[in-house]
């Protein structure tokens, strides 16, 4: 996996791909100020009589990776759709590099550089790697004259799909539908899509599933490159991939946070373990 091999390199030294590279001017000024890129303020959501989310106060840090784990049914996906406003909290705020966004709609939200990738890969079955990354790139933040400006200006374009080609290790599937990708390959193609929107904040909602362990760790490798440059919130149920790259953890049960710090942090607290750590090992057993 050479260019996965050359993310890291570059990430581990302090520099990045040019893919990942290409809007840090940007992003390092706004990651230079004191506030949390994103925050959840006494969130509250109902469902009729049913609480799935109580009182969530949550603080998303700029840059690095950051996983919110649980165990089934503890709100997670929940929390994701409020942050993302698919749905409405039922009491609370919701803030974005210290913007409230509680009332905004979802596509308003993703123009001001909060991204989500969704738990089922979502790409244009019938389109070629290229098309779909050529697509993402064609959000309406991006200027236009990017894809209708000269030659030279559609050279940029071309020039940038292949950047992000290289960087996700897509090159060689460039003319291949997506449809007709292998399931990690198309992980990684919607993690290159996600990338060409140029995010401040990406929501990835469990971005292993379904893979085996090499696509796993391919996977892995390039969400802890992403989080050089950027800032990774993600759910994931696999405790040792998270354990490997997320610098902190914060855990859910019963739709309330009930630990939050580093893995070495939340892995003894007692209550982590009887919700969720401790129930593996139990089943582990028997």
Excluded: C
């Excluded at 004191?34 to 303020?41: I, K, T």
Aim: aromatic share 6%.
């Amino acid at each position: 996996m050479p260019a996965v091999a050359s993310l890291m390199t570059r990430a581990e030294n302090g520099g990045a791909t040019p893919a990942i590279a290409a809007q840090d001017k940007r992003h390092t000024r706004t990651m230079s100020e004191n506030v949390p890129v994103l925050e959840a303020r006494g969130v509250t959501k109902s469902f009729g009589g049913f609480v799935a989310v109580q009182n969530l106060n949550l603080e998303v840090n700029r840059g690095g990776v950051h996983a919110l784990i649980g165990p089934n049914g503890a709100g997670k996906t929940t929390v994701f759709n409020l942050l993302t406003r698919f749905i409405q909290p039922t009491a609370g705020q919701i803030i974005l590099m210290g913007e409230d966004i509680t009332t905004l709609a979802p596509e308003f939200v993703a123009r001001r550089g909060l991204v989500r990738s969704f738990q089922i890969s979502a790409t244009f079955e019938k389109l070629t790697v290229s098309q779909n990354i050529r697509i993402a790139l064609q959000r309406p933040h991006v200027d236009a004259w990017r894809f209708l400006g000269t030659g030279a200006d559609r050279g940029k374009t071309e020039a940038r799909i292949a950047e992000l080609l290289t960087s996700f290790d897509l090159t060689a599937y460039a003319n291949w539908r997506a449809g007709d990708l292998p399931y990690g390959r198309k992980r990684a193609l919607e993690l290159a899509a996600t990338m060409a929107t140029d995010p401040q904040v990406m929501l990835l909602d469990e971005p292993t599933q379904g893979l085996g362990f090499e696509d796993v760790e391919r996977v892995a490798d390039l969400i802890k490159a992403i989080g050089a440059t950027r800032t990774v919130l993600m759910v994931e149920h696999n405790m040792s991939l998270v354990s490997r790259i997320a610098g902190r953890i914060t855990v859910l049960r019963s739709g309330a946070i009930i630990a939050d710090g580093d893995y070495a942090t939340v892995s003894r607290d007692p209550q982590v373990v009887e919700a969720y750590l401790g129930s593996g090992r139990r089943r582990a057993r028997h």
